[in-house]
C-alpha cells in the first residue's frame, strides 16, 4: 500500500514522488500535535498514517554517526507547507512584500543610528565647547 501523506493540504504520494514518509511518534503528546497540524478535520488513523519530508525543517533531523542517514529528531513537529496559503502565489507575494519591506527598514534603521550619531556628536561637541 502506497504512503500518503496525512497533512491535509498536501498531495504527496509515495506512488507518484520520492519524498521520505515519516511515522507519527509514539509519544502522545507529540501524536497529538502532529494530528493538529495535520488539520484534517476528518478522522484517521495516526498508528498507519504518515507526514511526508516537506513538513519539516532542515533542523528538524539530525545526521546518526554510525550510518551518516539523516533521521527525524524526536522533538520534530511538521512546520512547513500546512496551509494552502504557505504553498500558492499568496505566499511568494507576501513573502516579496515583506523582503522588500525588510529592505526599507533596515535603511530606516541605519538612518535612526546615523541621525542619532551625530546628534550625539554634536552634544558632545557643544560640551566639549561648554567645559572649555
Ligand atoms: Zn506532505
Known amino acids: 500500500m502506497p504512503s500518503v501523506c496525512s497533512v491535509a493540504v498536501c498531495r504527496a504520494s509515495s506512488r507518484v514522488s520520492k519524498v521520505k514518509f515519516h511515522k507519527f511518534p509514539r509519544n502522545q503528546e507529540f501524536q497529538n500535535l502532529w494530528i493538529e497540524k495535520c488539520g484534517r478535520k476528518d478522522d484517521f488513523n495516526p498508528k498507519t498514517g504518515r507526514v511526508c519530508e516537506i513538513h519539516f ?18 522533538d520534530a ?5 500546512l496551509t494552502i496559503e504557505n ?3 499568496m505566499s511568494s507575494r507576501i513573502q516579496r512584500a515583506k523582503t522588500k519591506r525588510k529592505s526599507e527598514i533596515d535603511v530606516e534603521i541605519m538612518q535612526m543610528k546615523s541621525t542619532n550619531f551625530i546628534f550625539q556628536l554634536k552634544m558632545y561637541i557643544s560640551k566639549m565647547l561648554n567645559d572649555c
Do not use: N, V
Open 87 to 89: 504553498q500558492g502565489r
Open 77 to 81: 513537529i511538521p512546520g512547513k507547507k
Open 57 to 74: 525543517f532542515d533542523d528538524d533531523y539530525f545526521e546518526t554517526k554510525t550510518s551518516g542517514l539523516k533521521k527525524l529528531k524526536p
